[in-house]
């Protein structure tokens, strides 16, 4: 069969009123004769399907063997994929994703439309054309011990990789080479903040630290840039040139300049009109999850208004969590977190089976609470089987047919939210506070604050290349805007106000599902709530 099967498979599938699992899809175009297979398949399936299963496929194969290694010509009925017990289990646990039973229920009791018949359903995927990358996921890379030797390596990295960035922008000196220089020369650094104050006369003064040493800069408080230092955050990467003091001991500032996306970035877009789904913050097993919102939002994804959104990119929180924050367990429809997950897997069955699904942690997920995050083990990654999702860790980049995605579950927001004034940094516009992450070229780059950082061989937390899409959530807001050109997008929830939120004056943005375009980057908002 021609490279184009699995395509026709679909198709010959759909026109007989039958959807497939990806699997069984390609273990039909890779046999040795796909249209018997096919055939033989769909014998072996029972005959209320309305899906193609894998082990419907797995009957007609075993069975063609068997004849084969017989040396048997007479054709023979293929057994019943329905009588095993793995079809048993199917039968009696059916997944809501692909339409087993017309009249099958979500986890709520809801009913589940059936995906392949009826006007406005979704029609056929072409999987072939689905491409997938994962960079920077450092899930099994985990190095650091939390000696002092690893936060010394992660912050040289850091200043290395970053300050490449600016080293060709300003002629840089080394902390201990300007403090030897004359008075009055022209200076220029490269390196960490480590230390933001104000004077007694109301300027600002900005000590950069380097491998050789720290060197003090004097920003004054009627130059331009002094509105700049009311975004720095200690231990961010930053350039400053300026003029010696009489006495060498100070720079008088008269450039500050960040890593920062250049202006004149392009992004790159998909060759042919397909969209991904970029949502975050489920929280299943809170009381507060909106199960008819996310019931209305899968219901949506097999209509034929859906049938280019091929990508679901989940940024975290996929529970809700066990002992996050206080007296939570009063808040929880399920106390133990393995069984959270184990309905969030029901949940995501409700999603059709041909979405490419990619989902990072979050800071209520069963992982370390330190970034970057490693993606989930070996015993959670059984239970979320739903699919076959990619997994990878917080952060990751996630190419979608050469659209650069970088995911973060994005905890650092609120530090940076905490520390700008509010006009720059708010929880109302949240990819305003996205901005600056950009700006400085790193997702979380204050250490010792409220977002724990774990030190390892590298720094995973720089942004090195130019996303074409930033995409965090953890706020529970909803917003979307371009920062030279990347998109930025904090996706919402789907979890109502909960007590917690109430007490810190947090009103989320619940429901919504942002749709991207990934061959123009223009975004839609789908509200379910």
């Known amino acids: 069969m021609p490279l184009e099967g699995p395509a026709r498979i679909v198709s010959e599938l759909t026109s007989?009123?039958?959807?497939?699992?990806?699997?069984?899809?390609?273990?039909?175009?890779?046999?040795?004769?796909?249209?018997?297979?096919?055939?033989?398949?769909?014998?072996?399936?029972?005959?209320?399907?309305?899906?193609?299963?894998?082990?419907?496929?797995?009957?007609?194969?075993?069975?063609?063997?068997?004849?084969?290694?017989?040396?048997?010509?007479?054709?023979?009925?293929?057994?019943?994929?329905?009588?095993?017990?793995?079809?048993?289990?199917?039968?009696?646990?059916?997944?809501?994703?692909?339409?087993?039973?017309?009249?099958?229920?979500?986890?709520?009791?809801?009913?589940?439309?059936?995906?392949?018949?009826?006007?406005?359903?979704?029609?056929?995927?072409?999987?072939?054309?689905?491409?997938?990358?994962?960079?920077?996921?450092?899930?099994?890379?985990?190095?650091?011990?939390?000696?002092?030797?690893?936060?010394?390596k992660v912050f040289r990295d850091r200043l290395e990789r970053l300050g490449s960035k600016l080293r060709g922008r300003v002629n840089h000196r080394p902390a201990t080479s300007i403090a030897s220089m004359p008075s009055g020369s022209e200076v220029a650094m490269v390196g960490l903040v480590n230390d933001v104050r104000s004077t007694a006369s109301g300027h600002w003064l900005v000590e950069l630290e380097d491998a050789t040493g720290t060197f003090p800069w004097l920003v004054m408080k009627?130059?331009?840039?002094?509105?700049?230092?009311?975004?720095?955050?200690?231990?961010?990467?930053?350039?400053?040139?300026?003029?010696?003091?009489?006495?060498?001991?100070?720079?008088?500032?008269?450039?500050?300049?960040?890593?920062?996306?250049?202006?004149?970035?392009?992004?790159?877009?998909?060759?042919?009109?397909?969209?991904?789904a970029l949502i975050s913050d489920v929280h299943v097993g809170s009381q507060e999850f909106m199960h008819d919102a996310w019931n209305g939002f899968t219901d949506w994804l097999h209509t034929e208004d859906a049938q280019h959104v091929e990508y679901l990119l989940i940024a975290g929180d996929m529970v809700e969590g066990v002992g996050i924050y206080p007296n939570q367990d009063e808040e929880l429809d399920v106390v133990d977190i393995y069984d959270q997950y184990e309905l969030f897997n029901e949940y995501l069955k409700q999603v059709p089976g041909d979405l490419e699904i990619v989902m990072i942690p979050g800071n209520h997920d069963a992982v370390r609470l330190a970034e970057p995050q490693p993606g989930f083990d070996e015993r959670l990654r059984g239970i979320m089987d739903a699919h076959d999702p990619q997994i990878v860790s917080n952060p990751s980049v996630v190419t979608l047919e050469g659209v650069s995605v970088l995911m973060y579950h994005g905890v650092s927001l609120d530090e940076v939210i905490a520390e700008l004034p509010a006009e720059k940094a708010s929880y109302d516009e949240p990819h305003k506070a996205m901005y600056h992450l950009l700006k400085k070229r790193h997702v979380a780059p204050q250490f010792g604050g409220h977002t724990r950082l774990a030190p390892e061989e590298k720094d995973y937390l720089t942004i090195d290349e130019v996303p074409d899409i930033f995409h965090t959530g953890h706020v529970h807001k909803l917003g979307f805007g371009k920062y030279h050109n990347v998109l930025a997008i904090n996706s919402g929830c789907w979890q109502s106000q909960t007590d917690f939120q109430k007490s810190v004056n947090i009103n989320p943005d619940s429901g919504y599902a942002p749709i991207v375009d990934l061959d123009t980057l223009d975004v839609t908002v789908q509200k379910f709530s």
Do not use: W
């Open 16 to 152: 007989r009123g039958y959807n497939a699992e990806r699997e069984a899809v390609t273990l039909i175009a890779s046999a040795e004769h796909p249209s018997k297979t096919l055939e033989a398949a769909l014998e072996a399936a029972p005959e209320d399907a309305l899906v193609l299963r894998t082990e419907h496929v797995r009957t007609a194969l075993e069975h063609e063997k068997s004849r084969t290694d017989t040396g048997s010509e007479t054709p023979s009925e293929p057994p019943s994929a329905g009588t095993d017990s793995s079809s048993t289990a199917a039968s009696q646990d059916p997944s809501v994703s692909t339409g087993d039973d017309p009249t099958s229920s979500t986890p709520d009791g809801g009913v589940v439309a059936d995906e392949t018949k009826g006007a406005g359903t979704r029609g056929p995927i072409d999987t072939t054309r689905q491409v997938v990358e994962i960079a920077n996921d450092m899930t099994g890379e985990s190095t650091g011990t939390g000696e002092y030797k690893d936060f010394v």
């Open 222 to 276: 009627d130059r331009e840039y002094a509105e700049l230092v009311e975004e720095l955050l200690c231990d961010e990467v930053i350039a400053m040139e300026g003029t010696l003091s009489d006495d060498s001991g100070i720079a008088f500032v008269d450039g500050m300049y960040f890593p920062d996306i250049p202006r004149t970035h392009k992004p790159s877009t998909a060759d042919r009109h397909v969209q991904a």
